[in-house]
């Protein structure tokens, strides 16, 4: 913050200096830009999610709103289901970055319907992804591996922890949404039949940590996982390819449901990620909104930042300014030249 004074205040001195009463004149005209830039956006309230993608989006977007658009940004807590319904019902926040919609989509589509709410874009390009995974180390051994049917020929290089006589397919925590896809796909793969049973790892951290310990290792490994995760962006691994292609209806009707009685093979579907926004902020401030709409990450980079955060111990304002600071090319993409050097300028110092 010192720093960033000092800068400024010898930048106005220099201005002064060369310009006179002109860089007077060129000063107010700034700030009546600025402070009009300010009055069309107004106050913006952002929700700030419990998980690090969404922390990280909360801040880029607060530093970007503010020193590119002059918006008065806040962050407020929030969550899935929390945050969508006080959005529909209430007109706030004005920005869920990252919003999980599929579990919201009817009230969601009403909001949008009704006129009260916007779907600004997606916020995760490759929308959430999930599947069956394996090291790259042992694809790059074999690419057969990179399927399921060199998976299940090669069943007796997946040791099961506790029977020697099985191999080891690391699925789901009891309880989670995760379990019920798994393990019937499980079943539609007919994985018991190649020697597979499944292990409870116990916890999310209990299957984080079971990539890792395997991958620092160089032993094999086959489960469950998704991403964009901090694990994901550390550890390369490769999805599984069933040969199913995607089968969205089956899966919705019968793979996410308990008493899915015949379960056939598909790939996990894209989740969908997206930015919502209230129609007032949309309306009120179009620029703004159109930056909302182009701010996208991909999982890839979304892993690496994620294991950035992990290793740093970083919170969401901590890596968003490394994000802002190492990944211009990114970032400015998203916005037009004069709002990207108006940020950069926020920038130089930190």
């Excluded at 107010?28 to 952002?46: D, K, M, P």
């Excluded at 019937?184 to 940590?209: C, I, M, Q, R, T």
């Amino acid at each position: 913050m010192k720093k960033s004074l000092v800068a400024a205040l010898s930048a106005a001195a220099l201005l002064s200096a060369c310009g006179g009463n002109n860089s007077e004149e060129t000063n107010s005209v700034q700030e009546s830009a600025s402070a009009s830039s300010a009055n069309e956006c107004g106050s913006v309230t952002i929700a700030e999610m419990n998980w690090n993608s969404a922390a990280l989006m909360a801040h880029v977007d607060s530093y970007i709103l503010k020193n590119g658009y002059g918006c008065d940004t806040q962050l407020v807590a929030g969550d899935t289901m929390p945050t969508g319904t006080s959005m529909i019902e209430k007109g706030e926040p004005d920005i869920a970055p990252e919003l999980w919609s599929n579990g919201l989509r009817e009230p969601l589509d009403k909001g949008v319907a009704e006129g009260r709410l916007k779907y600004a874009g997606n916020s995760l390009s490759d929308g959430g992804e999930e599947g069956f995974w394996v090291p790259k180390f042992m694809v790059d051994q074999d690419p057969s591996l990179a399927t399921i049917e060199g998976v299940k020929a090669n069943a007796a290089l997946f040791k099961h922890p506790e029977d020697p006589s099985a191999a080891m397919f690391m699925g789901c925590p009891a309880g989670w949404n995760c379990q019920i896809s798994g393990e019937n796909l499980f079943k539609a793969l007919d994985l018991e039949s190649a020697g597979f049973k499944v292990v409870d790892p116990g916890s999310g951290a209990a299957l984080s940590g079971a990539i890792a310990k395997a991958y620092e290792r160089q032993e094999a490994w086959f489960g469950y996982y998704w991403a964009p995760t901090a694990v994901l962006g550390k550890y390369d691994m490769v999805k599984v390819d069933f040969g199913s292609g995607v089968d969205v209806d089956h899966y919705k009707a019968c793979i996410t449901q308990a008493e899915c009685a015949e379960p056939k093979p598909t790939m996990y579907p894209p989740a969908a990620v997206q930015s919502v926004t209230t129609s007032g902020f949309a309306e009120r401030a179009p620029e703004a909104f159109e930056y909302v709409s182009k701010r996208a990450f991909t999982n890839a980079k979304m892993n690496k930042l994620l294991a950035w955060m992990e290793d740093n111990q970083a919170d969401g304002a901590t890596a968003a300014e490394h994000f802002l600071i190492s990944d211009t090319a990114t970032w400015t993409a998203w916005v037009a030249p004069e709002i990207a050097e108006k940020v950069k300028a926020t920038l130089i110092n930190k």
